[in-house]
T-cell receptor, first 111, second 113 residues
Framework: DVKVTQSSRYLVKRTGEKVFLECVQD?????MFWYRQDPGLGLRLIYF???????EKGDIPEGYSVSREKKERFSLILESASTNQTSMYLC??????????FGPGTRLTVL | DQQVKQNSPSLSVQEGRISILNCDYT??????FLWYKKYPAEGPTFLIS?????DKNEDGRFTVFLNKSAKHLSLHIVPSQPGDSAVYFC????????????FGQGTRLTINP
């Protein structure tokens, strides 16, 4: 069964903290994505990666960075968390055709 | 600039009737469209897709229609069931090899018994 897992379902952090969100997929997919979901805005792409050590900016990369050292793992880093980064973060992976498999999401609250 | 728009934030339908969810797009380069369903506290799950070379794709109770001239697609669910209550997102891709999806804002569908 296809599986994308995220390290935490809920996370509470303080303003200014460095935050790591981890995502692992077991499907040997080349492509991995990080989105955030906010009410009324849908899902917005933060960063994506086509291959190990490769990354590309999505639509809203500011304040975020990513790391992909292994094919199955894609990490999202908030260098200095701010309250406007409070959101639901969704990781996804896909093969060569569009159509992504999503993880369960991490609800991050920044106080 | 919202390239994919779902103008109805919510929709309420009686069980057994047809649910019609709508989606409009502005980018004429989009050539592949998908619908996702999302329950609370879960990630979205893929429902159905359509390529721009088709105008209809059917999978069981779910049918997606694409009107390229109007830049409009719709998802029909018939008959609607209580388990269909969820948030539905449409998404679009320009160049299937590019992988990037652009999502709409979502429509919350409630099926009433």
């Amino acid at each position: 069964d296809v599986k994308v897992t995220q390290s935490s379902r809920y996370l509470v952090k303080r303003t200014g903290e460095k935050v790591f969100l981890e995502c692992v997929q077991d499907m040997d997919h080349e492509n991995m994505f990080w989105y955030r979901q906010d009410p009324g805005l849908g899902l917005r792409l933060i960063y994506f990666s086509y291959d190990v050590k490769m990354k590309e900016k999505g639509d809203i990369p500011e304040g975020y960075s990513v790391s992909r050292e292994k094919k199955e793992r894609f990490s999202l880093i908030l260098e200095s968390a701010s309250t406007n980064q409070t959101s639901m973060y969704l990781c996804a992976s896909s093969l060569s055709t569009p159509g992504e498999f999503f993880g369960p999401g991490t609800r991050l609250t920044v106080l | 600039d919202q390239q994919v728009k779902q103008n109805s934030p919510s929709l309420s339908v009686q069980e057994g009737r047809i649910s019609i969810l709508n989606c409009d797009y502005t980018n004429s380069m989009f050539d592949y469209f998908l619908w996702y369903k999302k329950y609370p506290a879960e990630g979205p799950t893929f429902l159905i897709s359509i390529s721009s070379i088709k105008d209809k794709n059917e999978d069981g109770r779910f049918t997606v229609f694409l009107n390229k001239s109007a830049k409009h697609l719709s998802l029909h669910i018939v008959p609607s069931q209580p388990g269909d209550s969820a948030v539905y997102f449409c998404a679009a891709s320009a160049d299937q090899g590019a992988q990037k999806l652009v999502f709409g804002q979502g429509t919350r569908l409630t099926i009433n018994p």
